[in-house]
């Protein structure tokens, strides 16, 4: 299994080009379900996850060719199961169910699995596809929907769900009728998924607000679309140059989709400035202590909450940290802890007092971000550390290890 051996103590200096968003990606993908014909999609990550939903789409039917761009034709649907096998390891396999259902009128699809930080339940999702019309059981592990036509419907989420307004979304571009989605989550990811379902030929509108409708049509034609520049890369980036007392330009990405954390950075002292295509992000003296709490967005983002608080590990006071989203997403703690951070959980509550040095340690990653706030906290620690199972951070990051490597870390990649 692969290690990231990290030297810390240098400052973080040049350009870094962030990818394109895997949580943009992943939707856009299952989305080629809803149509006949090629569909072509650039900015595509090179990544686990992407690499997942590829293999999950072939065994559909799907035909794919391409990497960073991406030719897809579903013709025609061989298989409407999504196995368990595939499923296990990425929680966002769930988004075929949508499009399954709109499309083949049927969809047989594994509970996901994925980083294990909190319940994140499907509930939403199956109670929309009922309201809609469709018959949904859970048998031995699997989801199993169907309906020989959905039909539009008054949806409301008791929270607002990332996976859950896409999902519906899909389902509903076939539904027959008019499908309006209340409490839908905001994120720019989701106006991406929409901007390209309306090239397909979808109605849609109210994307990025908390109310989306959805007028169903009767067919789909395929597209050519661009995935998003990846917020929580160039976020992690952002908060490395700060870490690190260093200056980075964040080349591709969009200063828009960044402003809560943009605020929050220069409220640590951090200086931001727009550049073209991007933005120029540098240290400034002493680190500012700030508090954080995670909300769906435009709140602050949870997928930054474990980088934020390596961040704060070494703030000139003390930091509160809430985590609002997800339950079990302080696991990253511990392993902070070994490398000499002072931080006391309460509830829901990460109490963080700077310090002023970490030390390098041994390291395990425990999911995606939580691996991200090791390399991070790596970055700046005396001496060595050495983070083990780093698939997590394969899942979304791509090659992390070289983008700090060509910024002036020490940092590599031991098979």
Do not use: W
Not at 56 to 61: E, P
Not at 95 to 123: D, K, T, Y
Not at 124 to 152: P, Q, T
Not at 337 to 358: E, F, H, K, P, Y
Request: with cysteine; aromatic share 4%.
């Amino acid at each position: 299994m692969d290690k990231i051996v990290i030297n810390g103590g240098k400052p973080l200096h040049g350009n870094v080009q962030i990818s394109g968003a895997k949580n943009a990606a992943l939707p856009v993908l299952a989305s080629a379900l809803l149509t006949t014909g090629t569909n072509t999609f650039h900015n595509i990550p090179d990544l686990m996850d992407i690499k997942t939903i590829k293999k999950l789409l072939c065994s559909m039917g799907a035909q794919i060719e391409g990497e960073e761009t991406v030719k897809i034709n579903v013709d025609k649907i061989i298989s409407h199961t999504a196995s368990y096998d595939l499923v296990k390891t990425m929680r966002a396999s769930i988004l075929v169910l949508g499009p399954l259902v709109a499309r083949a009128g049927v969809a047989r699809v594994s509970l996901p699995g994925g980083c294990a930080i909190g319940a994140r339940p499907v509930n939403l999702h199956l109670k929309a596809l009922e309201d809609m019309g469709a018959h949904v059981e859970l048998k031995s592990g699997y989801v199993e929907a169907k309906a020989k036509k959905l039909k539009g419907a008054e949806i409301y989420f008791d929270l607002p769900t990332v996976t859950g307004t896409e999902n519906i979304m899909m389902a509903a571009t076939l539904a027959q009728g008019t499908t309006v989605l209340n409490n839908a989550a905001r994120e720019p990811e989701i106006v991406n998924l929409a901007d390209v379902l309306k090239s397909m030929g979808a109605k849609i509108s109210g994307a990025g607000t908390d109310v989306i409708t959805i007028k169903g049509v009767t067919s789909m034609k395929p597209t050519e679309a661009f995935i998003i520049p990846d917020r929580i890369e160039a976020g992690t980036f952002m908060i490395a140059a700060g870490m690190t007392h260093g200056e980075i330009n964040i080349v591709g990405c969009n200063p828009h989709h960044l402003e809560t954390l943009i605020n929050k950075l220069r409220d640590t002292g951090m200086k931001i400035s727009p550049i073209k295509n991007g933005l120029k992000v540098s240290a400034g003296g002493k680190i500012n202590s700030v508090d954080v709490k995670t909300l769906p967005y435009p709140g602050f983002p949870t997928d930054l909450q474990a980088q934020m608080m390596a961040y704060m590990s070494i703030g000139g006071g003390l930091s509160v940290i809430s985590e609002t989203v997800f339950e079990n997403r302080f696991m990253h703690v511990s392993e902070l802890l070994r490398m000499g951070a002072d931080i006391v959980i309460q509830g829901g509550n990460a109490i963080v007092r700077g310090v002023s040095t970490l030390r390098g340690a041994q390291t395990m990653a425990t999911d995606l971000r939580a691996s991200a706030s090791l390399v991070l906290a790596a970055l700046v620690a005396e001496g060595t550390t050495e983070i083990s199972r780093v698939y997590h951070i394969d899942r979304g990051y791509q090659t992390i290890e070289k983008k700090f490597s060509a910024l002036g870390a020490d940092i590599k990649r031991i098979k």
